[in-house]
């Protein structure tokens, strides 16, 4: 059984920041891609930041220079380092893995919400 376990989500004012984890555990390794997606209220899913075992990453361009994602192969966990916080960042942020088999993970969710 595999569980994804995030953390760190919360309210913040405008400007500020947060980090988001995620924890990896389960039938699930080797992990190739570990990233974090977001969903606004009435808005589709989208790719916030993933990173591959090889330590590529793709940002979306409305955090690039804001967020910083980096993963901890030995304790399976993928962060999100949030800076500069909008208020159009506000939305449900999902942690998804993506085994060598090419299967993939989706966590529970945690909120994140930026007031301005």
């Known amino acids: 059984q595999v569980q994804l376990v995030e953390s760190g989500g919360g309210l913040v004012q405008a400007g500020g920041s947060l980090r988001l984890s995620c924890a990896a555990s389960?039938?699930?390794?080797?992990?190739?891609?570990m990233g974090w997606y977001r969903q606004a209220l009435g808005k589709v899913r989208e790719l916030v930041a993933d990173?591959?075992?090889?330590?590529?990453?793709t940002y979306a361009y409305s955090v690039r220079g804001r967020f910083t994602i980096s993963r901890d192969n030995a304790k399976n966990t993928v962060y999100l380092q949030m800076n500069s916080l909008k208020p159009e960042d506000t939305a449900v942020y999902y942690c998804?893995?993506?085994?060598?088999?090419?299967?993939?993970?989706w966590g529970q969710g945690t909120q994140v919400t930026v007031s301005s």
């Open positions: 998804n893995v993506i085994s060598y088999s090419r299967t993939s993970y």
């Open positions: 389960g039938s699930i390794f080797p992990i190739d891609v």
């Open positions: 990173i591959t075992i090889a330590g590529t990453t």
